[in-house]
C-alpha cells in the first residue's frame, strides 16, 4: 500500500533545505516461524510483524527558502532514504496492519449476516 511521506530534508552537498513530498511502499512482514517442535514439545511461534521499506517515488522537491522546484538527484534521494526511519516505516505499517484487521473484521461481521 502506498503511503505519503512528506518531510523537510538539509543536503549538505548543495547546501540547501527542501521540502519533499513522496509516495513510500511498505510491506508487512513477520518474524515468526510458525508451527514446530522441539525435543518432543510442539509449539507455534507468532512472531511480531513489522513494516519494509519496498520503494519509495519523489513526486516534489521545493527549495524551502525560494520555494523553487528542483529535479531529483542523488544527493537528494539519499536524503530522502535516511529521513524514511524505521520509525517513520513502522507507523506506515501500523496503519495498514489497522486497516487489514478493520477489513478483516467488516468481513467476518458481513459472513455472520449472510449466515442469518
Avoid at 552537498?13 to 525435543?39: K, P, Q, T
Amino acid at each position: 500500500m502506498a503511503h505519503t511521506f512528506e518531510t523537510t530534508v538539509f543536503v549538505p552537498e548543495l547546501n540547501l533545505e527542501f521540502e519533499v513530498s513522496a509516495e513510500v511502499e511498505i510491506s508487512i512482514s513477520n518474524s515468526g516461524i510458525g508451527s514446530y517442535e522441539y525435543w518432543g514439545a510442539k509449539g507455534f511461534d507468532r512472531g511480531n510483524d513489522y513494516g519494509e521499506l519496498e520503494s519509495f517515488e519523489i513526486t516534489s522537491i521545493h527549495e524551502v527558502e525560494t520555494d523553487f522546484e528542483f529535479a531529483e538527484s542523488a544527493a537528494i534521494r539519499a536524503a530522502v532514504e535516511k529521513a524514511i526511519n524505521d520509525d517513520t516505516i513502522q507507523k506506515f505499517a501500523e496503519s495498514e496492519m489497522d486497516s487489514v484487521e478493520a477489513d478483516e473484521a467488516d468481513r467476518r461481521a458481513d459472513d455472520r449476516r449472510d449466515d442469518l
